[in-house]
């Protein structure tokens, strides 16, 4: 089955220190890979997307995310974290099901807590 | 340009009631859609259109209905609430392939519906 999957539920990170928030995923095919956030009562925001091409890709906010096709991740990454980075951040991947049209696979969320 | 709006903000409904969640976007998008978020589970797919006059079911269509009469407008549905119910839900859009696909997705607030 088609899928993506955040192993971690929270990530803790002191501010100003490397962040990593993983994401792997299961599709058949070239996987559209997306990270969106999401802070309090809110919608979701997108950040950035790896559609084809390099696969480091940057975003918004400083965020990049880097495609591994052999893992089958696409980790999201910033180099220095910030306290206003703290939210709920989720993967999601673009299917092709059986029959209809694409549709998008989102993962559980992590939530990030960037430490002051 | 608003983007996606929804509307109520919030809603409480007794078990068996009925109502509607309005969702509306101005940016000519082709594709809509509705997702609820339960802790845990992420985000899933409730209804979805391609189109004015063209709409499917997602991942948990049961006890809702949709439809799309204008591209700018896609209302929601709850036949007869059940506390199952209860949740946030979430209007997304994005555009097609009239004026080249950008496959993210914006966002509206959400709408927090309790039923008791």
């Known amino acids: 089955a088609q899928s993506v999957a955040q192993p971690e539920d929270q990530v803790n990170v002191a501010e100003g220190n490397p962040l990593t928030v993983k994401c792997t995923y299961s599709?058949?095919?070239?996987?559209?890979l997306f990270w969106y956030v999401q802070y309090p009562n809110r919608g979701l925001q997108f950040l950035l997307k790896?559609?084809?091409?390099?696969?480091l890709v940057k975003g918004s906010y400083g965020f990049e995310a880097e495609f591994n096709k052999s893992q089958t991740s696409f980790h999201l990454k910033k180099p220095s974290a910030l306290v206003s980075d703290s939210a709920l951040y989720f993967c999601?991947?673009?299917?092709?099901?059986?029959?209809?049209?694409?549709?998008?696979?989102f993962g559980t969320g992590t939530r990030l807590k960037v430490l002051a | 340009n608003a983007g996606v709006t929804q509307t109520p903000k919030f809603q409480v409904l007794k078990t068996g009631q009925s109502m509607t969640l309005q969702c509306a976007q101005d940016?000519?998008?082709?594709?809509m859609s509705w997702y609820r978020q339960d802790p845990g589970m992420g985000l899933r797919l409730i209804h979805y259109?391609?189109?004015?006059?063209?709409?499917d079911q997602g991942e948990v269509p049961n006890g809702y209905n949709v439809s799309r009469s204008t591209t700018e407008d896609f209302p929601l549905r709850l036949l007869s609430a059940a506390p199952s119910q209860t949740s946030v839900y979430f209007c997304?859009?994005?555009?097609?392939?009239?004026?080249?696909?950008?496959?993210?997705?914006?966002f509206g607030p959400g709408t927090r519906l309790t039923v008791t």
């Open positions: 997304a859009s994005r555009s097609g392939t009239s004026g080249g696909p950008s496959y993210e997705q914006y």
């Open positions: 940016m000519n998008h082709e594709y």
């Open positions: 599709v058949s095919g070239n996987p559209y």
């Open positions: 790896y559609i084809t091409g390099d696969n």
């Open positions: 999601a991947v673009r299917v092709r099901p059986a029959s209809g049209t694409y549709k998008y696979i």
């Open positions: 259109s391609v189109g004015a006059g063209i709409t």
